[in-house]
């Protein structure tokens, strides 16, 4: 079975300028998280979906930062415009879901952002 | 909201011996409690779970003790490996419907020395 996604691996932009990443969950998980890992820190939820609706973006910026999944799979996430304290790693994870899942997230391999 | 708090934040053991890492958590109810390997580079990757309805867990060297009481729960890793060296994180979430996005400790970094 093939793991979590994301697009790019690695992106440098220079203060004020917008980015987005891409996720693909795990086929057939219909929960997906974006969290925000802050070098030496432990990651931080941004937003959850449940298939392509919003669970929870109590933590998630909305003055700059904005997430979608249009079809209740894949999903993006963009910065717009991008601050210095945005540089950290952007983590998609994955969840069955309710109906017949377990609680168990699995994380992709995440998207390192250098702001400068 | 909640908040998991993870000591120690810097674990040095010889190969062969034990590690035991320990969180507390606040919300009580908290219901699920998943610990994260990460190694440089890499996402989280689960390791083992509890649910609230169970005091111990165990996965070959790899256990994992609850105490809702006391709102902590530990990691235990015996005869360590060298590539047991990573960054460990505990989270809890309450799981099950809604809202259930993880709140993660800062991490312990376990080195094991040769």
């Known amino acids: 079975e093939a793991g979590v996604a994301q697009s790019p691996r690695y992106k440098i932009i220079e203060k004020r300028q917008s980015v987005a990443f891409w996720c693909n969950p795990i086929s057939g998980h219909a929960t997906l998280y974006w969290y925000q890992q802050i070098l030496g820190q432990g990651p931080k939820l941004l937003i959850q979906?449940?298939?392509?609706?919003?669970?929870?973006d109590s933590q998630l910026p909305k003055d700059r930062f904005s997430a979608e999944r249009l079809k209740g799979v894949d999903s993006t996430l963009k910065i717009q415009p991008a601050k210095l304290e945005d540089s950290a790693v952007y983590l998609c994870a994955s969840r069955k879901g309710a109906a017949g899942g377990g609680y168990e997230q699995y994380f992709g391999p995440g998207t390192r952002l250098t702001v400068t | 909201g909640e908040n998991v708090e993870q000591h120690p934040s810097t674990l040095s053991v010889q190969e062969g011996d034990s590690a035991v890492i320990k969180c507390t958590y606040s919300?009580?109810?908290?219901?699920?409690f998943p610990w994260y390997k990460q190694e440089l580079g890499k996402g989280p990757q689960l390791i083992i779970d509890i649910r609230s309805n169970v005091g111990e867990k165990k996965d070959q060297r790899i256990a994992v003790t609850l105490n809702k009481t006391a709102k902590h729960f530990s990691l235990h890793i015996t005869e360590t490996q060298p590539e047991d060296s990573a960054v460990y994180f505990c989270a809890a979430s309450r799981s099950g419907g809604g809202a259930d996005g993880l709140t993660f400790g800062k991490g312990t970094h376990l080195i094991i020395q040769p």
């Open positions: 979906f449940q298939n392509n609706g919003v669970v929870d």
């Open positions: 919300d009580s109810a908290s219901n699920y």
